[in-house]
């Protein structure tokens, strides 16, 4: 029973085309996170979502932006895709910040390709 | 201090041997170390975790033990099998449960 779902799982964008990746939970989590993972690396935190409190890490860029609709969606929409944007882009999601055992739990990710 | 080391970056191991993965931390406020298991073109999977009051968490095949002193905990996988090939990540989780570190990651092949 999947719990943090993405769509697409693979997505193919051309170079400069804008492309959106979504994200929805069924686990009621307060918390919504986007990481970039690149091959044979951790995955990176992008940004977070604490309700309707957005966090931007402070390195990511600025061609990066994310939607929160609603508790159960979250969006990640990349404005002008470049080479370097290919990647893994994991959704995860936790119950809430300030609470110890903040456990995150990760989507299958999507596979980003940039042509 | 944010970081968190884990070594070796890659494994390979027989089956049936025991597969070790090391991590290391200097964030005092970490408190809640978790393991993650991926594999590939997957998310990472929730594995394992523990807490520096315990020295040693064990769920089937898969130990955690941890020395505080030290600031170092390990993941121990017995009798491993093909089936463990995959990425294993540790983590850090402070006090607040708003800093979440992962380490870079260690890939592990099993031989059958």
């Known amino acids: 029973d999947a719990m943090v779902i993405q769509n697409p799982r693979y997505q193919v964008t051309q170079f400069g085309k804008p492309v959106t990746l979504s994200c929805s939970q069924t686990?009621?989590?307060?918390?919504m996170y986007w990481y970039q993972q690149k091959s044979s690396q951790a995955p990176k935190l992008l940004f977070h979502?604490?309700?309707?409190?957005?966090?931007n890490e402070a390195d990511t860029p600025d061609n990066f932006q994310s939607r929160r609709p609603n508790t159960s969606f979250c969006f990640l929409d990349i404005r002008s895709p470049g080479l370097g944007d290919a990647a893994m882009y994991l959704c995860?999601?936790?119950?809430?910040?300030?609470?110890?055992?903040?456990?995150?739990?990760f989507g299958a990710g999507t596979r980003l390709s940039v042509l | 201090q944010q970081q968190v080391k884990q070594s070796p970056q890659s494994l390979i191991v027989q089956k049936g041997g025991i597969s070790i993965i090391n991590c290391a931390y200097e964030?005092?406020?970490?408190?809640?170390f978790p393991w993650y298991q991926q594999f590939p073109g997957k998310g990472p999977a929730l594995l394992i975790a523990?807490?520096?009051?315990?020295s040693e968490k064990k769920e089937g095949r898969f130990t955690i033990s941890f020395n505080k002193s030290a600031k170092q905990f390990s993941l121990h996988i017995m009798d491993s099998q093909p089936g463990d090939s995959a990425t294993y990540f540790c983590?850090?989780?402070?006090?607040?449960?708003?800093?979440?570190?992962f380490g870079p990651g260690t890939r592990l092949s099993v031989l059958p």
């Open positions: 964030n005092t406020a970490f408190d809640y």
């Open positions: 995860a999601t936790s119950r809430a910040l300030g609470l110890a055992k903040n456990i995150q739990y």
């Open positions: 686990l009621n989590h307060n918390v």
């Open positions: 523990i807490r520096p009051d315990v």
């Open positions: 979502y604490y309700d309707k409190d957005f966090n």
């Open positions: 983590a850090a989780l402070d006090n607040y449960g708003q800093n979440f570190v």
